[in-house]
């Protein structure tokens, strides 16, 4: 599979309505823009079915059935929408918030064994709460249509923040499914997903004992602890970081030794249009190549976010470089590897500066992969799979405790 940085970027297209202005989210919880591949059709790409076989497996050994709550949620077209228990689509209304102020979109797993379910076309989240259901919001958005108020589970005034859950994200579209579990926001579910069709592949499933590791992992990290919520979520420290959680200068020393170190040297990026050579000129890294782009200094806050100074526009020379140099500063690799990406894991976080929360999520799992941060897809490590064939896709709620 080609290194998704050395694509067309299509990382702030997937799940737009998600990120963006369609959907209404409190102005202290702005839903992240997730870092999916590029999935737009191939010419020579067959085109995938109109529906796909979903099947839920609830392997968490501590919730049963009754207890676990799915909700599939996101857009078509442009429109916001969720699938019902019946697998059709449904378009979200102002109508379906209940007396309580919040709609149940919640869909029941089957009294025992399997739960199998129709997935339509579609943008989304793949949702999953344990113990209690989840609060989902019917707003209007700023145009004046209807929209919906996502789960913002670093968010300590969210109703949903004494809920345990947990999502996975997909796009399925003629051009196949895209699909990966997430701990961008924060971790709290552990989860895998296995999509089957002219391939069968599986990704993100934790090692025995991976939930656990991964709590005691930032907890005992320096700077990271009150990420970690009891026994309910890790919160990724940008997130952190808005709340008061987290030093909002942590990464500054290491951002100053890179700004340092190549002002006198050069730094070597290794894009699909090319390979941009940079040095720090006036305070801004400047790379020339196939284009000549630029950053200014970022701040903690565009490193643990890839946005701000690193934010990758879809242009094929800004957003490739950005999208490398996001996953350098998070893996703390540009000063010891002066050609980047870096591509062996062995030379992540090793630092003692670094992203400690996205170590843990990659050290919990089973293959090394997650997505800890926004371009953990540099280099192909993130819990990303797709299929341009798909004939069905299987979310496995794993054992919490083993």
Known sequence: MTSRHQRH????????????????????????????????????????????????????????????????????????????????LAPIA????????????????????????????????????????????AVADANGNAALQYPAGWVSSDPNYPVVHDCAEFTFNAAGMF????????????????????????????????????????????????????DTRVIAPGHGLDAGLFAKDYFAPYVDEVWSTYTGRDLTVTTNAGTFTGRVRGDRFTFDGPAQVSFARPSTRDVLFCDGSLAAPNDGTTGPVAAVLGA???????????????????????????????AAMHA????????????????????????????GIRLTLTPFES
Do not use: W
């Open 9 to 88: 970027l299509g990382r702030r297209r997937m799940l737009f309505a998600l990120g963006g202005a369609a959907v209404a989210v409190p102005a202290v919880a702005t839903v992240a823009p997730y870092a999916l591949a590029d999935t737009s059709a191939d010419a020579a790409s067959p085109t995938a079915a109109d529906t796909l076989p979903l099947t839920i497996v609830n392997g968490s050994g501590s919730f049963g059935n009754a207890n676990v709550h799915l909700y599939i949620v996101g857009n078509q077209d442009g429109r916001q929408v969720r699938v019902t228990p019946e697998g059709t």
């Open 364 to 391: 919990a799992t089973e293959d090394g992969k997650a997505y800890g941060f926004a371009f953990d897809d540099v280099a192909d490590f993130a819990s990303y799979i797709q299929d341009t064939a798909p004939t």
């Open 179 to 230: 699909c990966n579990t997430t701990m961008v926001d924060m971790f709290s579910v552990p989860m895998s997903i296995r999509l089957t069709g002219a391939g069968d592949q599986t990704t993100g499933t934790l090692r025995s004992g991976g939930r656990a590791a991964a709590f005691a992992a930032v907890r005992a990290a320096e700077g990271f602890s009150r990420l970690v919520v009891d």
């Open 328 to 358: 350098g500063f998070n893996r703390t690799t540009l000063l010891s590897n002066p050609a980047q990406p870096t591509t062996d894991p062995a030379a992540f976080y090793r630092t003692a500066l670094t992203n400690h929360y996205a």
């Open 94 to 137: 102002l109508a379906d918030n209940g007396a309580d102020g919040f709609t149940d979109y919640a869909i029941a797993l089957s009294g025992s064994g399997e739960t199998r379910l129709s997935l339509p076309r579609m943008s989304g989240r793949i949702y999953v709460s344990l113990g209690a259901k989840l609060k989902f919001k």
